[in-house]
């Protein structure tokens, strides 16, 4: 670039010819609007999805497009060429299946016990409730600060995630209702009537996981708490014909609504092993000792803490156009060949140059997480390799958009990116004391109900 930005003031000054200054002049202005632009973003100039503009394309003849809402459409590459502006994340490589769809929370109806950490504005956010409605019933309400652990939560949205109803169990005669009425909630409460019953809900395994849950009786919601729950015990897309599940349930109905239906435990039998998970008080579940059932992250993926150039900024304006262009990740300032270390177990889904993000790699943790690390100098791994947290999985670089050595991590869970320095990252740390003998306790009671 240099080279080409020297040459008309060299032609100009060996000529001394009007014409050849004009052109110079031209060439000049036209390399610094093209220059100009990213040199402005920040120092990363990795441009990521702007969900306003609809930007990012990839090569392919399908591209896809990252819409407002975060989420990806396909669409026809001549007709999206207008609106490329970078094609960092080429996502629509990294396969989908159906268990995604419920670990996205398609369902509309979604019932959640309070765990240790939790807040209700995190915990509706992660699950992509319209942050308008978010705001609205947080700040009006400000008694839904004092959720407490184990309670039961649950809300319905409509098909554009607005928030329709939302129902807090404080008791089991003190349930708390909150309902859209106009562009404000209202609230109301209920005594409990129903008595609460427990059910065990028995399945066999025929053509995949969620198929035959919904056909045995289960609603998203608790598909989706036993997919999370032992996500990294248990692969759902390794279960063969023939195995079994056994999902013990409290459920608690009001007329048609289901104010408090608890998933208190669930076994899977997948050939001879037992993968138990089981409710415990502090509203986390665990294996059948008091064991974790979570997979532990390490925050930083290099073996150095390192500075932060550009940090996490999903509201990042753009300098010219005033649009949000969100930064997405986190870059850290390290010098080419600093070995980037994968933060947790799991397996690599993208490993390959790709446009502006460069030398690319993608690692799905369990069914919830993933990371990506961009503008690496030189890629350790392949695609469809299981990894180990701590693994050495690159050498940091300089490639793609980029405007000097660093290195773009991000943090995605549920499919939308977070903070990687701030979000609440699953911790592995088993039951211990007083708490443990209790648990220990419930799985007495717990256990045979889910014998075959
Ligand atoms: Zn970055």
Do not use: C
């Not at 036209?30 to 402005?40: G, K």
């Not at 407490?148 to 554009?160: E, K, P, V, Y």
């Not at 073996?303 to 949000?324: E, Y």
């Amino acid at each position: 670039m240099a080279q080409q930005i020297k040459s008309p003031n060299v032609e100009k000054n060996k000529f001394k010819n009007p014409y050849f200054s004009v052109l110079g002049v031209l060439v000049i202005v036209i390399l610094f609007t093209i220059l100009w632009r990213p040199l402005n973003l920040d120092r990363t100039v990795y441009v990521p999805l702007n969900p306003q503009a609809e930007t990012t394309v990839t090569d392919n003849p399908h591209s896809s497009v990252v819409v407002g809402d975060g989420k990806i459409e396909m669409v026809d590459s001549k007709a999206s060429k207008q609106l490329t502006e970078s094609s960092d994340i080429p996502e629509d490589e990294i396969a989908k299946d159906e268990l995604d769809d419920i670990i996205d929370d398609k369902d509309n109806t979604v019932q959640y016990t309070i765990a240790r950490g939790d807040t209700l504005h995190d915990i509706l956010l992660r699950y992509n409730v319209n942050k308008n409605d978010v705001y609205q019933l947080t700040t009006k309400f400000k008694q839904l600060a004092n959720l407490r652990i184990g309670q039961q939560i649950s809300w319905t949205t409509d098909d554009d995630h607005n928030l329709q109803s939302f129902s807090w169990t404080i008791s089991s005669n003190n349930i708390r209702i909150y309902e859209k009425s106009g562009d404000k909630f209202v609230e109301s409460s209920e005594t409990a009537d129903g008595v609460p019953q427990d059910i065990v809900i028995k399945g066999e395994i025929k053509s995949n996981f969620v198929a035959d849950a919904r056909k045995s009786g289960l609603t998203s919601s608790e598909i989706g708490i036993i997919t999370r729950a032992l996500q990294w015990r248990l692969d759902f897309r390794r279960l063969q014909i023939g195995d079994k599940f056994l999902v013990l349930l409290s459920r608690e109905m009001h007329g048609k609504r289901m104010s408090n239906s608890q998933l208190l435990g669930v076994r899977i039998k997948n050939g001879s092993k037992d993968y138990y998970a089981i409710l415990a008080d502090d509203g986390k579940y665990y294996d059948i000792n008091g064991g974790s059932l979570a997979q532990s992250f390490v925050r930083y993926p290099l073996s150095k803490r390192a500075r932060v150039s550009s940090a996490f900024n999903p509201r990042r304006l753009h300098p010219i156009t005033g649009q949000v262009t969100p930064h997405n990740g986190v870059d850290f300032a390290v010098s080419r060949g600093t070995p980037v270390l994968s933060v947790g177990n799991g397996e690599v889904v993208i490993a390959k140059y790709s446009g502006s993000a460069g030398n690319y790699i993608a690692i799905r943790h369990g069914r919830q997480y993933m990371t990506t690390y961009m503008h690496l100098d030189k890629i350790l791994v392949k695609s469809g390799q299981q990894v180990k947290q701590g693994d050495k999985i690159a050498l940091s670089g300089n490639t793609g958009r980029s405007t000097g050595p660093h290195l773009h991590f991000e943090l995605h869970i549920n499919n939308k990116p977070v903070n990687p320095l701030t979000a609440s990252l699953p911790i592995s740390e088993g039951l211990t004391g007083k708490s443990k003998n209790a648990f220990i306790a419930k799985v007495k009671n717990i256990k045979p109900q889910l014998s075959l």
